[in-house]
């Protein structure tokens, strides 16, 4: 079972904003920022958003990534068929001394 | 940052494996370098990370004494390995740079994963 919980799936039709969420123990979540990782079939997973809610250079500003309280969000506007991949959030756990991620979110384009 | 993987492995229980990790378009000492792990259907887990420049290794209390983690500068090459493999270790590998070891750092570069099958 992983440390941050993600829904398994989530599903939207071209155009549409759809958002994924992270949560977790408010002293991993709360505490230390959020990356989120795309992971296209076939593909080397890519960072996406890092420190919550900044994006990496190339990366569309269609992602966008926020934080608030013991959860965090990954959103997706202006959805393309091109979008649908795993999306992984991860965090720092303290007590792990270490990253820890989310059990990943199957994102489908319809 | 390019990070190019060796290709799938098949091995019996028991068998032992290495896998590699090298980097291109970088010296593998200006980064840590991290192995992820995802079993089949499952989320991503790290196992641990290595500085090449002084071989500094960290570890998962889940994978410590399961793997070792090492790498080679002259050549560029992290590894991760096994000495006595099980079927519970079939999984994607995946190594990935992070520029500082620590809270608030993402890992930035990832390679394409290699496939391990352990079957008898």
């Known amino acids: 079972q992983s440390v941050l919980t993600q829904p398994p799936s989530a599903s939207g039709t071209p155009g549409q904003r759809v958002t994924i969420s992270c949560s977790g123990r408010?002293?991993?979540?709360?505490?230390?920022?959020v990356n989120w990782y795309q992971h296209l079939p076939g593909a080397a997973p890519k960072l996406l958003i890092y420190?919550?809610?900044q994006r990496p250079a190339g990366v569309p500003d269609r992602f966008s990534g926020s934080r608030s309280g013991s959860s965090a969000s990954l959103a997706i506007s202006g959805l393309q068929s091109e979008d649908e991949a795993d999306y992984h959030c991860?965090?720092?756990?303290?007590?792990?001394?270490?990253?820890?991620f989310g059990g990943g979110t199957k994102l489908t384009v319809l | 940052v390019q990070l190019v993987q060796s290709g799938a492995e098949l091995r019996r229980p028991g068998e032992s494996v290495r896998i590699s990790c090298t980097a291109s378009?970088?010296?593998?000492?200006?980064?840590?370098i991290a192995w992820v792990r995802q079993l089949p259907g499952k989320g991503l887990e790290w196992m641990g990370i290595?500085?090449?420049?002084?071989?500094?290794?960290r570890y998962s209390p889940s994978f410590k004494g399961q793997v070792t983690i090492s790498a080679d500068k002259s050549i560029n090459t992290a590894y991760l390995q096994w000495s006595s493999l099980e079927a519970s270790d079939t999984a994607m590998y995946y190594c990935?740079?992070?520029?500082?070891?620590?809270?608030?750092?993402?890992?930035?570069?990832w390679g394409q994963g290699t496939l391990v099958t352990v079957s008898s």
């Open positions: 990935a740079t992070m520029t500082i070891f620590g809270v608030e750092e993402p890992f930035d570069s």
């Open positions: 378009g970088y010296s593998l000492t200006a980064y840590w």
């Open positions: 290595i500085f090449p420049g002084d071989s500094d290794t």
């Open positions: 408010s002293s991993i979540v709360g505490t230390n920022t």
């Open positions: 420190r919550n809610n």
């Open positions: 991860a965090t720092w756990d303290d007590s792990l001394n270490g990253p820890v």
